[in-house]
């Protein structure tokens, strides 16, 4: 398969025989763009080894066949669906919110849930918005988002909360003294 040669145009060509510019600009082989379902494709111009993926409702084999990156084999024949979980995804991939399989998320990256992340830790510190966490980091007073903990470095890591902080109210009031307690910067809780 040709690569891509940005806008097909007089400036560039595809190069290689039996190769024509489809309509997003990539160099494909001939047969993926002839109307007709032929040669290794598994829907109509699209999916196998050579041309771009199918849509929905488009043949299909494998997850690669897909734009989804899903493709439902219990339908017959076998067609590409938009992906409803983790388990329509192939190996490490989740279902992203647009219901497209995807590369699961490094440490520091923005999640949902447990699964988007490759070390299978979303750490949900700030209201709704997570962050792929090296480790489950749900101790007491700790934090994997740099602003929680206030370490060099980057999201993702798990530290202390930086002393005075407690961005995930794990220090409550004790309902008998009035004094305000906050993180004392060594996984415990101090008076303020």
Do not use: W
């Amino acid at each position: 398969m040709g690569g891509t040669c940005g806008e097909c145009d007089d400036e560039h060509p595809c190069v290689d025989a039996g190769e024509d510019c489809s309509p997003d600009g990539t160099c494909v082989p001939a047969h993926c763009l002839n109307e007709d379902t032929d040669a290794d494709e598994t829907g109509l111009n699209c999916g196998g080894p050579t041309c771009p993926p199918c849509t929905k409702d488009e043949g299909c084999a494998v997850s690669e066949d897909c734009m989804s990156g899903y493709c439902d084999t219990t339908l017959a024949p076998p067609t590409c669906q938009p992906c409803d979980g983790v388990n329509d995804c192939p190996s490490m991939q989740f279902c992203n919110d647009d219901s497209v399989c995807q590369p699961v998320l490094g440490n520091g990256s923005l999640c949902r849930v447990d699964t988007d992340c490759a070390s299978n830790h979303c750490a949900t510190e700030a209201g709704d918005v997570g962050v792929c966490c090296e480790e489950a980091c749900d101790g007491v007073c700790e934090s994997c988002l740099k602003a929680g903990h206030q370490m060099a470095g980057q999201n993702g890591f798990c530290h202390p909360v930086a002393d005075g902080l407690d961005p995930k109210d794990d220090c409550p009031q004790l309902t008998d003294i009035f004094l305000e307690r906050v993180c004392d910067g060594d996984r415990s809780c101090r008076f303020k």
